[in-house]
């Protein structure tokens, strides 16, 4: 009897090994950066009130990613495919949206699901083009753990790992080893500068062709006293909230006054229109015990985070409103002058828009013109 179980035993261990075989190395990959945790099949909508479906396939996915400091994580975000064929690989576009706010409601995702995703007009056009796009919720925000605002690396992160998500979803079709290009604006435009800065060695097995990037807060130092005592400090106080969770020595708690700590922690789960109502016409001044961003490991951090000290690894497009009242257009003047001189291929064009919303509005449209250049494999000159 005994001796007829073991066999048993062993029969089926034989039939089970080649199954064995086939799931150990997705095992071994699944801590892997890009690695799809889930990917379920969502609904994207134009309209609030869930009107005007998008006409493609679309994801909500939650997959593996690499914070700011190093340490893996689990990220958010939504792929789009368009229905139509397309002749040979599909190209990809890592979409990296503007501000949206700290809380979870605030994710694109979710944003896309309702209907009140502004920046899925410029997605669209991309659609349009039979480009497939990833778009990142970033680290936080629609995931467990405070949103990581503003804290470069782990944003460009986020987005070049969204890229090797779209990859790996076995429904959507798209072929790894296909033409990539990323775009973003304002938070957007600094995740996209940080994933042309990082993506050789981040993530050298995509074929990134080319990198655009809109109304850019390449130095946060310096957006930061711009917007002190204005209408928009709700997005420095954002920031360093960012700054806090991506960071934890930083400890920020420890430098508010207790209206700082009662306004901060308030802020913590507000979108983008709360933060400025909430927070208009303070400063910095008003909210800490102390200089905070002159401290010396706040300094680090900040200087550490400044985009520019590195040549991108492919041509990029940089645009800037010349009105743009909460980045100063010096700021994009001062990172294409840097890039330039370290041998970047930079296109720079400022366009007469009167405040940063209408940056995008002006520039958005002119930056998938160019990208889709680089989709075609078209060579890109400059400007520098």
Known sequence: MRLRVRATVLAIAALLLPLLQVLAPSAARAA???????????????????????PVRAWHLRYRSTSAVGGSNVVSGTLLVPKSGYLGKRPIVGYAVGTHGLGDQCAPSAAMANGTELELAFVSLMLLKGWAVAVTDYE???????????AGRSQAHA??????????VPDAGLASGGPV???????????????????????????????????????LKKVAENVDGGGDFGLAAAAGLGFDAAYPELRLADYLTPEGAALFADARDDCVDDLRDKLAGRTLTDLTTQDVMNRPDWSARLQENRLGATRPSVPVFVWHGTGDEIIPIGVSRT???????????????SVPAPSHVLGAVEGGPLAIAWLAGRVLGLPAFGNC
């Open 32 to 54: 892997a950066p890009g690695d799809v945790v889930e990917a379920t099949p969502t609904t994207v909508y134009l309209a609030p009130g869930r009107l005007l479906e998008v």
């Open 159 to 168: 987005v070049l790992d969204s890229i090797r998500a779209a990859t790996r």
């Open 140 to 150: 936080g925000l629609g995931t467990p753990g405070d949103h990581t605002y503003m």
């Open 181 to 219: 290009v990323i775009m973003g604006y304002s938070q957007g435009g600094a995740s996209a500068g940080w994933a042309a800065q990082l993506q050789p060695s981040y993530a050298p097995e995509l074929r990134l062709r080319g990198v655009a990037a809109g109304g850019v807060p390449a130095d």
């Open 335 to 349: 990172l294409r002058s840097e890039w330039c001189a370290k041998g970047g291929t930079v296109t720079w064009t």
